[in-house]
Structures are given as C-alpha cells and as structure tokens.
Nanobody
C-alpha cells in the first residue's frame, strides 16, 4: 500500500524559510518521479516542483530561484526547501507520485506566510 506523509509546514513571516518533508512507503522510491503540489484557498492545485529518479528537477515559474526539491533515496524521502517565502506561497502543500494511471497523494501540510 502506497503511503505519502508530509511534514514541516507552519507559520512563517515573509522572507522566511521552511523545509517540507515527504516520507514515502509501499513503492520502489528510487525508481519514481516525486512531485510537490500546492493548493491555496479558492485556487486550483498546481505543480510546484518535480524531481525524477535520476535527480532532474523542474519548477513552477513562480518558485524558481526560491524553492529547491531534493530526495534521499536511502530514507525514501523527498524534500522541498522554501526560501524567500511570500504571502502568495500560503497553501496546503501535497506530496504526489504517479504509478501507471494512479495518482497517490499525501494528506498535505499547511504553509502560512504572514506577518
């Protein structure tokens, strides 16, 4: 059974930093692409960052230069380092992977950027 569990969210002031973690189980972690999505209040869920099994990364334009996705295959964990946070980064952040035609999601972790 595939399980994804996010952690690391919280309240941070504008300009601050947070690191999100997503622990995965039930899959061959080192062979799969992992994604971070986010969904703000009243907004659609959007892809924030992606890391392939070979370590290639992609980012949404809105977070390029501020966010960094990484993975530790030994720990079955993917990270999202978020620097220079802005109020518009406030959202529920979700870990995601796709296997075949199935999408797997964690329950999310809330990030609030406010002074």
């Amino acid at each position: 059974q595939v399980q994804l569990m996010e952690s690391g969210g919280g309240l941070v002031q504008p300009g601050g930093s947070l690191r999100l973690s997503c622990a995965a189980s039930g899959l061959f972690f080192s062979t799969i692409t992992m994604n971070w999505y986010r969904q703000g209040l009243g907004k659609e869920r959007e892809l924030v960052a992606q890391i392939t099994n070979s370590g290639n990364t992609n980012y949404a334009d809105s977070v390029k230069g501020r966010f960094t996705i990484s993975r530790d295959n030994a720990k079955n964990t993917v990270y999202l380092q978020m620097n220079g946070l802005k109020p518009e980064d406030t959202a529920e952040y979700y870990c995601n992977t796709v296997r075949g035609i199935r999408y797997y999601w964690g329950k999310g972790t809330l990030v609030t950027v406010s002074s």
